[in-house]
C-alpha cells in the first residue's frame, strides 16, 4: 500500500491546527526540522512539535534537517515524534550510529535520509535496524523544489538493498512529488510518498492526497 505523508512545510503556519486537520485522510504528517546549519533555511523546533503532538493522533514523520542529530533525537523523540529521520550526512558515521540507537531506546522509529549527492550504499551499516530510508529527489533546505529524475537510480538502489537485508523497511521519498511524479518514485520501489505544495496548494488537500495514492 503506498502511504501519504503530506508535509506541513507548505501548511499555512498561522492555521496549523487547521491545516492539519485539513490532511487527516493521509498516512503520517512530515514534520521537516531545519537548523540554519545542515541546510540553509531555518523552519521549527521543538515547541512547535510539543504543540502539533497535542493536537492530532496522526503518525508524526520527523525529518530532521539539523547538523549532528545525536544533540537532539532525544528531545524530539519525547516532544512527540512516531519517527525520526537523521541525514547521514550531518555527522561522523559513529555519531549517526549512536544517534539512531538514542532513538531507537526512547521507542521511536528509526530512518536514515539521503541527499541526492549520497549513493545508497551509504545505508548498508545501518539497513538491519531500520525502519525506513528516506531519499530526497531534490536538495534539502526548501520546498516547492523541481523533482530530480536522476535520483531514481538511487531509489531503485535503495530499494535492492531493503529488499536483501530488511524487507519490514519502508522506502521514503521526499521532493517534487506530484501526480506525475508519483507513479515514477512508486515504479522505482518507494511506497511512502512526501507531499507538500502538491497537498497543500490543491483546492481539495483530500483530493489530492487521494490522487497521489496512485
Do not use: W
Request: charged share 25%; proline share 6%.
Amino acid at each position: 500500500m503506498i502511504k501519504i505523508a503530506p508535509s506541513i512545510l507548505s501548511a499555512d503556519f498561522c492555521n496549523l491546527e487547521r491545516d492539519i486537520q485539513r490532511v487527516s485522510s493521509a498516512d503520517y504528517l512530515h514534520v521537516d526540522v531545519m537548523d540554519g546549519a545542515f541546510v540553509p533555511n531555518i523552519t521549527i523546533g521543538v515547541p512547535v512539535l510539543q504543540s502539533i503532538r497535542k493536537h492530532t493522533d496522526m503518525f508524526l514523520d520527523v525529518h530532521l534537517m539539523i547538523d549532528k542529530p545525536v544533540r537532539y533525537v532525544e528531545t524530539f523523540a519525547k516532544a512527540g515524534a512516531d519517527l525520526l529521520s537523521i541525514h547521514l550526512e550531518a555527522d561522523h558515521p559513529e555519531h549517526i550510529a549512536q544517534a539512531l540507537k538514542v532513538i531507537g531506546e526512547c521507542g521511536v522509529k528509526k530512518a536514515v535520509a539521503l541527499r541526492p549527492i549520497t549513493k545508497a550504499e551509504a545505508v548498508l551499516p545501518y539497513i538491519e535496524d531500520l525502519d525506513l530510508v528516506l531519499v530526497m529527489t531534490v536538495e534539502p533546505g526548501f520546498g516547492g523544489q523541481a523533482f530530480m529524475e536522476s535520483q531514481l537510480d538511487t531509489i531503485r538502489q535503495v530499494r535492492a538493498i531493503i529488499e536483501k537485508y530488511n524487507p519490514a523497511c519502508e522506502l521514503e521519498v521526499d521532493g517534487g512529488i506530484a501526480p506525475k511524479t508519483a507513479p515514477l518514485v512508486v515504479e522505482a520501489g518507494a511506497n511512502v510518498l512526501v507531499a507538500g505544495s502538491a497537498v497543500y496548494k490543491a483546492e481539495d488537500p483530500a483530493a489530492a492526497i487521494r490522487a497521489l495514492r496512485i
